[in-house]
């Protein structure tokens, strides 16, 4: 038997054995006596019910306490600002304890929440540990998102607190940050008290005076604070993603099992121990930013890269492998889409010459499917094993991927590989039943999840129930289908709900089809992700106009793209509606979405025998089937 299934029966048979083991690479302020707390379930499963710890003093202090101070942590890589800075894990704690002093003095203690709305810029890095070295509860919006998306996760979390910048550098234009956290802040209703701005040079900005203050004066007037012990069960983090409706789901993250989890897959999934330097091309604004930009990697003593640019552009395709050989990067972790990028434009890897990247031992890449031609492309450029991992932002880290740290595991062309420990990973029919190796059905997590995955949603354990665990007793429901092989390989197929991947951005359609549903000019509408060489999907927008609405196509389309950029945001991508007739429709009326995505992605779906006019699906077929 080899070491990955060794570990994988380990964990599934004894889990209390096989977590409790793992804990013991942390500090504990309590350690941990009992392991596992299902007597909520399927409400909340608490792992370390009894322990406290703290996530920063993890990341930082004991390594500076183990002579390591001296080390690096933090690599930060701006080609947009032509910068490059580096923190040791000394100099990232002093920033740190002084950053969570600047918070103090703002009000915020143990379970405040906190806002962290910024670009990859160090501050990033620390205002989330800062947190942590509190015990309070940030939550990380992505930059790409607009203010009325800031401002509904500010409602949601009821944060008391935001820290921002100025502008953000995309490589075409600059963002300016601030006037989108101040209409957020004048659209919330539970609008933050204060905020910690980082005045950046390439565009200052004006601030309210007693609302507003500077991050560089507020941190140089700090007194750094030490770690708050937490209980291992408190929030570390909120992370809002994408649900099949408009309201995002916020993410709950806990400080005990999340510690332990992700330096666990440190060493047996990634194989980075202490001393090595992991990139995780990730905003932090994503889930692969948090766990592997940020935590995972200072966890495990380990250093960390944060990159403020693209793989494109900023200046060109050799810009990931100048990073890799300026910082000795052993292992890359990015999106598909990333790679696509980089082979649209460099295809012969022209670019890679006169970079070394002998220190590169795997690239990692999730987010989205991995298509085989970008694999074949990848392994076949680079030399290297390119590792497909497949989990989301409620996991936290892998449910599958090949364990290089723990056994090399023979690879199969558009599988993720196989289930980590700790995940029972199942596929069901629609009754409930587990299906035949082979056969397609729900992709589905018998309980209990493993640490570090979501206890809940962010005080809403009936959205908790109602999303995840209703479908099927005893299981978590990914969202996602597939099946898997002979051998226990995992084939991710795709969502079957109405959340779509736009370059590895997790995007809601009906969040999108609510903007559209608000314009005047329209009586209905649907969106639906349609296949995309770069981005792998891209939403489309179908509407229909009301009856003795005089407006032309391409106004209305020209305005439903404004209003979708407006309200949710640059990040949604949304390009292109079409005016059609009508939408295809049952005939109790509902519209046929499902269908209408299975054609997107260019599959052969069987029309629905309540499909009210056939006729009405088949004119549609060309537009959804179009290039975009
Ligand atoms: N702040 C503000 N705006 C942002 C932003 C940020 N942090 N990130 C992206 N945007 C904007 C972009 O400027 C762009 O705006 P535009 O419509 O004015 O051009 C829009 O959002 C879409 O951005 P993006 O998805 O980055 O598309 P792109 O065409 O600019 O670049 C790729 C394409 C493939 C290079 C890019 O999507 C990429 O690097 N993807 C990797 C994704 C990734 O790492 N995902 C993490 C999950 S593992
Ligand atoms: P996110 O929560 O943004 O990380 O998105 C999670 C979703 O991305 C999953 O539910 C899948 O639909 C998709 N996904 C992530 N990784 C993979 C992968 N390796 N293969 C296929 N789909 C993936």
């Given at each position: 038997?080899g070491?990955?299934?060794?570990?994988?029966?380990?964990?599934?048979?004894?889990?209390?054995?096989?977590?409790?083991?793992?804990?013991?690479?942390?500090?504990?302020?309590?350690?941990p006596?009992r392991?596992?707390?299902?007597?909520?379930?399927?409400?909340?499963?608490?792992?370390?019910p009894?322990?406290?710890?703290?996530?920063?003093?993890n990341?930082?202090?004991?390594?500076?306490?183990?002579g390591?101070?001296?080390?690096?942590?933090?690599?930060y890589?701006?080609?947009?600002?032509?910068?490059?800075?580096?923190?040791?894990?000394?100099?990232l704690?002093?920033?740190?304890?002084r950053?969570?002093?600047?918070?103090?003095?703002?009000?915020?203690?143990?379970?405040?929440?906190?806002?962290?709305?910024?670009?990859?810029?160090?501050a990033?890095?620390?205002?989330?540990?800062a947190?942590?070295?509190?015990?309070?509860?940030?939550?990380v919006?992505f930059?790409g998102?607009?203010?009325?998306?800031?401002?509904?996760?500010?409602d949601?979390a009821?944060?008391?607190?935001?820290?921002?910048?100025?502008?953000?550098?995309?490589?075409?234009?600059?963002?300016?940050?601030?006037?989108i956290?101040?209409?957020?802040?004048?659209?919330a209703?539970?609008?933050?008290?204060?905020t910690?701005?980082?005045?950046?040079?390439?565009?200052?900005c004006?601030?309210?005076?007693?609302?507003?203050?500077?991050?560089?004066?507020?941190?140089?007037?700090?007194?750094?604070?030490p770690?708050?012990p937490?209980?291992?069960?408190?929030?570390?983090?909120?992370l809002?993603t994408?649900?099949?409706?408009g309201?995002?789901?916020?993410?709950?993250?806990?400080n005990?099992?999340?510690?332990?989890?992700?330096?666990?897959?440190?060493?047996?999934?990634?194989?980075?121990r202490?001393?090595?330097?992991?990139?995780?091309?990730?905003?932090?604004?994503w889930?692969?930013?948090?766990?592997?930009a940020?935590?995972?990697?200072?966890?495990?003593?380990?250093a960390?890269?944060?990159?403020?640019?693209?793989?494109?552009?900023?200046?060109?395709?050799?810009?990931?492998?100048?990073?890799?050989a300026e910082?000795?990067?052993?292992?890359?972790?990015?999106?598909?889409?990333?790679?696509?990028?980089i082979?649209?434009?460099?295809?012969?890897?022209?670019?890679?010459?006169?970079?070394?990247?002998?220190?590169?031992?795997?690239?990692?890449?999730?987010?989205?499917?991995?298509?085989?031609?970008?694999?074949?492309w990848?392994?076949a450029t680079l030399?290297?094993?390119v590792?497909?991992?497949?989990?989301?932002?409620?996991?936290?880290?892998?449910?599958?991927?090949?364990p290089i740290?723990?056994?090399?595991?023979?690879?199969?062309?558009?599988?993720?590989?196989?289930?980590?420990?700790?995940?029972?990973?199942?596929?069901?029919?629609?009754a409930?039943q587990?299906?035949?190796?082979?056969?397609?059905?729900?992709?589905?997590?018998?309980?209990?999840?493993?640490?570090?995955?979501?206890?809940?949603?962010?005080e809403?354990?009936d959205?908790?129930?109602?999303?995840?665990?209703?479908?099927?007793?005893?299981y978590?429901?990914?969202?996602?289908?597939?099946?898997?092989?002979?051998?226990?390989?995992?084939?991710?197929?795709?969502?079957?709900?109405?959340?779509?991947?736009?370059?590895?951005h997790?995007?809601?359609?009906?969040s999108?089809?609510?903007?559209?549903?608000?314009?005047?000019?329209?009586?209905?509408?649907?969106?639906?992700?349609?296949?995309?060489?770069l981005?792998?999907q891209?939403?489309?927008?179908?509407?229909v106009v009301?009856?003795?609405?005089?407006?032309?196509?391409?106004?209305l389309?020209?305005?439903?793209?404004?209003?979708?950029r407006?309200?949710?945001?640059p990040?949604?991508?949304f390009?292109?509606?079409?005016?059609?007739a009508?939408?295809?429709?049952?005939?109790s009326?509902?519209?046929?979405?499902?269908?209408?995505?299975e054609?997107?992605?260019g599959?052969?779906p069987a029309?629905?025998?309540?499909?009210?006019d056939?006729?009405?699906?088949?004119?549609l077929r060309?537009?959804?089937?179009?290039?975009?």
């Amino acid at each position: 038997m080899g070491a990955y299934q060794r570990e994988y029966e380990r964990a599934a048979n004894d889990p209390e054995k096989f977590w409790a083991a793992a804990a013991q690479t942390l500090d504990w302020t309590r350690p941990p006596r009992r392991i596992l707390d299902v007597s909520a379930e399927p409400t909340v499963t608490h792992w370390f019910p009894d322990a406290e710890l703290n996530t920063c003093a993890n990341a930082l202090d004991r390594h500076v306490a183990a002579g390591r101070g001296g080390e690096l942590a933090l690599i930060y890589d701006s080609p947009v600002t032509g910068t490059v800075r580096r923190f040791t894990f000394a100099e990232l704690t002093d920033e740190v304890a002084r950053a969570a002093g600047a918070l103090a003095a703002l009000g915020v203690g143990r379970g405040d929440r906190v806002i962290i709305y910024l670009p990859m810029i160090p501050a990033a890095v620390v205002s989330m540990l800062a947190c942590a070295r509190l015990g309070a509860v940030h939550s990380v919006v992505f930059g790409g998102f607009a203010a009325a998306e800031l401002a509904a996760r500010m409602d949601d979390a009821q944060a008391l607190v935001v820290v921002s910048a100025s502008c953000g550098i995309e490589p075409a234009r600059l963002v300016p940050y601030k006037p989108i956290l101040d209409e957020a802040i004048t659209l919330a209703a539970h609008a933050p008290t204060a905020t910690l701005i980082v005045q950046r040079d390439q565009q200052r900005c004006s601030m309210i005076t007693g609302r507003d203050h500077d991050w560089d004066a507020a941190l140089a007037a700090a007194a750094p604070l030490p770690p708050v012990p937490v209980a291992a069960t408190d929030p570390l983090y909120i992370l809002y993603t994408s649900g099949t409706t408009g309201r995002p789901k916020g993410i709950v993250r806990d400080n005990g099992g999340h510690a332990v989890a992700l330096a666990w897959s440190m060493g047996n999934v990634f194989g980075i121990r202490a001393g090595d330097v992991m990139w995780a091309a990730s905003d932090v604004g994503w889930a692969v930013g948090h766990s592997y930009a940020v935590y995972a990697l200072l966890l495990a003593g380990a250093a960390t890269v944060l990159y403020e640019g693209k793989p494109v552009g900023t200046p060109d395709a050799g810009a990931f492998w100048r990073v890799v050989a300026e910082h000795g990067v052993n292992v890359l972790f990015t999106a598909p889409t990333a790679i696509r990028a980089i082979k649209k434009e460099d295809p012969a890897g022209a670019l890679l010459r006169g970079h070394d990247r002998s220190s590169l031992r795997a690239l990692f890449l999730a987010g989205e499917r991995l298509d085989p031609a970008t694999y074949d492309w990848a392994v076949a450029t680079l030399g290297i094993p390119v590792i497909d991992n497949y989990w989301q932002t409620e996991t936290g880290w892998p449910i599958c991927a090949n364990p290089i740290g723990l056994e090399p595991l023979p690879t199969r062309a558009g599988s993720p590989t196989v289930p980590m420990p700790g995940y029972h990973v199942r596929v069901l029919d629609p009754a409930g039943q587990p299906v035949p190796a082979g056969t397609e059905g729900a992709i589905c997590l018998r309980l209990p999840l493993p640490p570090g995955t979501l206890p809940t949603l962010w005080e809403d354990d009936d959205r908790f129930v109602a999303s995840y665990l209703s479908a099927f007793d005893g299981y978590y429901l990914t969202g996602d289908g597939g099946y898997l092989d002979d051998d226990g390989y995992l084939f991710v197929l795709g969502r079957t709900d109405d959340v779509i991947n736009v370059a590895g951005h997790r995007l809601s359609t009906g969040s999108m089809e609510a903007v559209l549903a608000a314009h005047p000019a329209v009586a209905e509408c649907a969106v639906v992700g349609v296949a995309d060489a770069l981005k792998g999907q891209v939403p489309r927008g179908l509407v229909v106009v009301k009856t003795g609405v005089e407006i032309g196509p391409d106004t209305l389309a020209a305005e439903l793209v404004a209003r979708v950029r407006a309200e949710i945001g640059p990040v949604a991508a949304f390009q292109r509606v079409d005016v059609v007739a009508a939408l295809p429709k049952t005939r109790s009326g509902k519209i046929l979405r499902r269908t209408m995505r299975e054609i997107a992605d260019g599959r052969s779906p069987a029309v629905p025998p309540t499909i009210e006019d056939a006729t009405v699906l088949d004119a549609l077929r060309p537009v959804l089937t179009a290039t975009p």
